[in-house]
């Protein structure tokens, strides 16, 4: 009971502690090790930087645009990695045969692949997007396929004895009794997702903050890249915690997410 | 870097050293320049100039060379204790690459045109930006593209996704080789800016002991240079470089002799007086290049910027 | 008396054989349940255990056939192989005239008309105890009402009204298996094989699941295999009660029970049904 | 019994032909969409490439340096996120507390720290290594989070129930019932820990695959550039497989390795 | 009768207490184990469930407490608060005469000295049957060698012998269980608290695991708190069996066992014992 009253408040204390604490840190880091104000800019520019940043309008687009980016890419991750780690957690001989290309799939350095994105997918949201949903995919379906091998076997046994069809056992065993480990997949992936897109937008395109992160970096404007580093932590716990509370509001039966019975 | 237990000094390459872009350093390095200066120079690479700019003024390396455009803008709008002590490529080394479908030969083609960058905001943005307000076009009537550095790039431009594109001078080089259908406009025709030059820190130029070292790095740069510019035929340099570097463009002789030559002359573009020198007046035209067109605030006082006074004996 | 009432599995096995003959399941001659010389190995990397050997058993529709041995002796595996939940290693088994394994393939259709109570109560965690109660005809589409309804009567008939709406954790160790039961006999099943599901229930209450038992399975005319480890359960519930032998499980012994039905708990006290639990007592002593 | 044949043999059939389908795929890509050579090579110009990649004893340098920095920043990460993972598991509270600074570091793009990283560690291994370890941390650390949390109940009460200290429960608990889900971060975490080293690899210093890949976009040698990516997919497939293997030697009691009773 | 054997719970309640001074664990009037006005509320998200209601409840040293009543009436929630597994949310725990709880903590201490039989085996998946039933053992730092000896020891007198290297999913379901009271006897505990431990096995093993049990418990001189479904086997092995009624759980009665030790078998002929166990199922009759 009062494990959860804690963890309800909680974030909401701890949270600016720690951005009091990291701060200070930060201010100590810069005036102590001296280091210089193009490498690390003290905080107090760093906020006034993201004042401006943040009463100026094209900013706003910029996050629409890569969260834009960073929610296709997952969504589309996590369709396919939901899908293929059933059908892979299911099908062994399919997944042993599937996984050399996986692995090589993810390790190819996607600069390389920029002008094929472009040839065939243009400047746009898309390989941006395609670049999320590569590097979030991944965590989903290793998990996912976990989950479906972890399946209780007596459960499994209830519905194989019921005559169950696959999508039925689906549907009330394996995606319920999965659902722990596709969120596990799912925080994992959002945060590949936001980096996924920015570093797409390193890559090409003139919008989002990779963009913006890139463009301060060149202009030699270090409060202002700080400034932007912030916002995209900002923009990243937020999608990260929408993932959480989905993920408490869907599985609430779940130890990761139910209270201790004690401490 | 070269061998030996010479003074060590850290030279920040913010591209691969595997280029003829590099060949001062190679020909420095492979040749013993360095090692005569008791030198012994660790090359790194960076990605891109702003790092570079980054590294140096924390301290981290001696010596590294950029462009003019990011050390003007670094120094007069930014405040970076950054010096100029040697430019050595005079002239810009940037080229845009367009195709003969749809050539690009005039700073006026550019209006209403998409171009396609290797990075956002950088210097090759700025120049295309200098080359524009050359010719009267409005920036806001170009579309600029990022599109990274990529073999691939090229073909962008003939499938008319991009009219043109931002290359370095060695790939520009290659492809008129490789693609006769490429079209290569030079902004040095109308732009004074894009000069490479030797930056180091102001601190560092300050502490009489890495004063010293950049010193000798210069000395060695200009023994390595001096040595190229003594073989016009260039057999002499690509032995000397290829005694100890292996990269590419060093198996394609007739490319490899193309560039080196469109290297001398650039080193030389100010005059023969002028090696390794920057000159004032260019450097005051360039400033003004820059503040007439909006990249950075007019009104300053460019010359503590640079100094001459390493190679000045 | 024990002679009487003891025969052996011998003459189970020499019984007309009609195995290879198609037999349409109308034919009360058939068997609903057949075992033929089945034998189930398990192989793990530490070697093999020979769990079952040579095991002959034919149920009739309807019969209530009880399975006692000691702990260990292949019961529950029996019961697995029945139900198709395990591939024998060798012999044949039939449900309603129709082999259950096809080329190590399952009959997924004659399975279905059967309803199974496990050693564990294998509640599903996400679910409450209604939905886990009412999964069977989730699964045949039945419609929510008609689901909740079902799922609410049947608790009540196992004396979990009022926990309808609790998660399986909420729940003690015999609530649970409770629960389980409820859901076994959820979609009326023609067939019920159930693995000790009275084991962790308390006299009382173990006393009136016996009589809804017996009375749902002469209702509904369902055919019953039931393991358990109580002999008088045993004696009280089935027609015939099998005895296992342990490693390898073998049929020691088939015991009939002729006792009328309904049969009332009193029926303890009758000379017959002491007699038949002494027999079994006896036997399983002797087997050990 | 005939499963776990499959999937013995399958791996060594099914890579063969999943390359030569990859080759097809390839070939006919570039012939019937026309696309250009520089975008994409046809394989027998990568292959050629390639093959004098592999003669040339400095590639194998290279190789070396990349494998060493994948294999110390996922050692790192293997650490911190077990050990992270298990601290946070069991103190509700300070997970709660830390999950934002978690997830702000996570997004945070590297680049821009790259700096300061030369500045502390210098331009050699570390850096990189220490890019590798950041991405691999996040995967291994949240599946720990979910492996501890999904620790049984009844398993848990035995060991209070004995009065086990801490460290006996994380030994003969914990840690085993955990180590499911510790591989199936371990198998994420190589896979980002290959992407860690070779980003850093691209942001500065002059060895490592990384450098490769970047030295042949500069020389706008497409061939080459592929046979890179090639031996990265190659290098990263046996990175995998050693995880995979690791995982099928130590927890040979669990599901998700041991063959299915029967499919 | 009846009222001759039952004691109502209210006179346990009004013995003397000495709850406030601290006694000496040497002092024989110290109870091993005592509950004094122990309550257990449930509270889920569904509401809160009574589990229990002030329990009064002391086990002197060496005694054999059996614990009975009807499913889900508290008793499995009973012996988790003695076990230090669940905080009462009411009244006092006390171990050899010291609070288990303090302010929200368990006296590890205390707690370490009993051994646990949970109504499911609980066993480890990754270890050996072996290896799980040396476990408590090898928390106490005992060697390799002698661990094993031990546990194959137990494992004999279980009837496991043969099974030390399998892995537990190997094991029939009496198996488990069997192993896991092994597990709960390798460390000789001075406390033994076991839930329905001998559910899940057929009447011979019980028979055997019981005189098994008896002996332990008179060689060791563990208390033993035991929770049964089954009255004739607790009237068996206890000294006194507490009845508890259900919703909220309650002591109902108390049932002193006045039969001789060592208690064999055909003890249940005797009148006393037929006498005890009619005794306790009128009680547990009357009380539903
Ligand atoms: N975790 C829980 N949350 C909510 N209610 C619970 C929980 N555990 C037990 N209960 C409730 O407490 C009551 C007593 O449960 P307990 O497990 O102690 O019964 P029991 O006597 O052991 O029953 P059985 O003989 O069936 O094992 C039951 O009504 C049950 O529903
Ligand atoms: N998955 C398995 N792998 C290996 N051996 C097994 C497996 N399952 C059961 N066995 C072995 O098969 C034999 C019979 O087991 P089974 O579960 O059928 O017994 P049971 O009669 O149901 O016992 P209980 O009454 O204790 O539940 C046992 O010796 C057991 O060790
Ligand atoms: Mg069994
Ligand atoms: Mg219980």
Redesign the pocket.
């Given at each position: 009971m009062e494990q959860r009253g804690v963890a309800k408040w909680l974030p909401w204390v701890s949270a600016p502690v720690m951005l009091v604490l990291l701060v200070i840190v930060w201010s100590l880091v810069v005036s102590v090790f001296g280091i210089s104000e193009f490498v690390l800019p003290p905080p107090s520019a760093v906020a006034a930087s993201l004042g401006e940043l943040l009463v100026d309008p094209a900013t706003w687009g910029h996050v629409q645009v890569t969260v834009t980016e960073v929610l296709s890419g997952f969504a589309i991750a996590l369709v396919l990695g939901v899908l293929g780690g059933v059908v892979l957690g299911r099908i062994a001989w399919l997944e042993v045969a599937m996984r050399p290309a996986l692995v090589a799939f993810q390790v190819v350095p996607k600069v390389a692949l920029i002008p094929i994105f472009v040839i065939w997918f243009g400047f746009g949201l898309t390989s941006k997007v395609i670049m999320a949903a590569i590097l979030a995919f991944f965590p989903i379906l290793l998990n996912v396929l976990l989950g479906v091998r972890s399946v209780d076997r007596g459960h499994r046994d209830v519905m194989r004895g019921l005559g169950a069809t696959r999508w039925s056992t689906f549907r009330n065993l394996e995606l319920p009794s999965t659902l722990p480990y596709v969120f596990a997949g799912m925080e994992v992936a959002i945060v590949f997702s936001v980096i996924g897109a920015i570093v797409g937008e390193y890559l090409g395109g003139n919008e989002g903050l990779g963009f913006l992160v890139v463009s301060s970096l060149n202009a030699l404007d270090a409060p202002a890249l700080f400034a932007v580093i912030v916002l995209l932590a900002a923009v990243g716990s937020v999608l990260f915690f929408a993932v959480n509370l989905a993920k408490r509001l869907v599985i609430p039966w779940h130890e990761s997410v139910s209270e201790k019975e004690f401490a | 870097g070269a061998g030996g237990g010479g003074d060590r000094v850290t030279f920040l390459n913010v591209l691969p050293l595997e280029t003829l872009s590099f060949t001062p350093e190679l020909v420095a390095s492979a040749g013993g320049h360095f090692a005569r200066e008791g030198l012994d120079v660790q090359f790194q690479t960076t990605r891109g100039s702003a790092q570079a700019i980054q590294t140096l003024i924390a301290g981290s390396a001696l010596v590294s060379r950029i462009g003019d455009i990011e050390t003007m803008i670094a120094v007069g709008e930014r405040n970076a204790p950054l010096v100029n002590v040697s430019t050595m490529l005079q002239q810009v080394t940037v080229r845009m690459v367009s195709a003969a479908s749809a050539p690009i030969r005039t700073p006026a083609d550019f209006a209403g045109k998409t171009i396609g960058l290797p990075s956002q905001g950088g210097t090759s943005e700025t120049t295309l930006d200098l080359v524009l307000a050359r010719g009267g076009v409005d920036p806001a009537s170009v579309q600029r593209q990022v599109v990274g550095l990529a073999p691939g790039v090229f073909d962008l431009v003939v499938q008319g996704r991009i009219a043109a594109y931002v290359a370095s001078l060695d790939t520009s080089e290659q492809l008129r080789i490789q693609r006769p259908e490429a079209v290569i406009f030079n902004p040095a025709d109308v732009i004074a800016s894009g000069a490479q030059l030797y930056a180091t820190s102001r601190p560092q130029l300050e502490d009489p002991r890495s004063r010293d070292l950049m010193t000798r790095y210069l000395r060695g740069i200009r023994s390595a240079v001096n040595a190229v510019l003594a073989d016009p035929s260039g057999d002499q340099t690509l032995a000397t470089i290829r005694s100890r570097f292996d990269f590419p463009i060093l198996q394609d002789t007739a490319l490899a002799k193309t560039s080196l030559a469109a290297y001398s002359a650039n080193w030389n573009a100010a005059g023969p007086q002028n090696l390794m020198r920057t000159d004032p007046a260019r450097w005051q035209a360039t400033y003004a290049e820059l503040s007439s067109a909006g990249v950075m605030p007019g009104g300053l006082q460019p010359d503590p910027w640079f100094t001459n006074e390493l190679l000045g004996s | 008396m024990t002679e009487h009432l003891l025969r052996a599995a011998r003459s189970e096995a020499e019984l007309p054989q009609g195995y290879d003959e198609p037999a349409t399941p109308a034919d009360t001659l058939t068997p609903e349940l057949e075992l033929a010389g089945v034998d189930k190995v398990?192989s793990?990397r530490r070697g093999t255990?020979e769990?079952l050997r040579g095991i002959d058993l034919r149920v009739a529709a309807g019969e209530f056939v009880a399975l006692v041995?000691r702990?260990?002796?292949?019961?529950?595996?029996l019961l697995r192989i029945l139900a198709g939940l395990l591939p024998p290693t060798g012999g044949e088994v039939r449900a309603g005239g129709r082999p259950v394994w096809r080329g190590g393939r399952r009959d997924e259709e004659t399975v279905s008309r059967f309803g199974l109570v496990f050693?564990e109560p294998n509640l599903f965690p996400w679910f409450t105890i209604e939905d886990n109660v009412a999964l069977p005809l989730k699964l045949r589409g039945v419609d929510r009402a008609t689901r909740r309804a079902r799922a609410h009567e049947l608790c009540d008939l196992v004396g979990l009204g009022g926990f309808e709406k609790s998660l399986p954790r909420e729940l003690s160790g015999g609530m649970r298996q409770r629960a389980a039961i409820a859901r076994a006999l959820s979609c009326d099943p023609s067939v019920l094989l159930m693995d000790e599901p009275f084991g962790a229930l308390d006299a009382l209450t173990r006393d009136r699941m016996n009589l809804e038992l017996q009375s749902i399975a002469s209702t509904t005319g369902a055919t019953v295999v039931f393991v358990t480890?109580s002999i008088p359960e045993a004696v009280f519930l089935a027609d015939r009660v099998v005895l296992l032998s342990p490693r390898p499980?073998r049929i020691h012994s088939v015991v009939d029970v002729d006792l009328a039905r309904p049969r009332e708990l009193e029926i303890d006290v009758e000379p017959a049904f002491r007699e038949t639990v002494r027999a079994l007592r006896t036997a399983l002593d002797e087997e050990a």
């Open positions: - | - | 398990y793990s255990t769990a041995g702990s260990g002796c292949g019961k529950t595996t050693q480890h499980g």
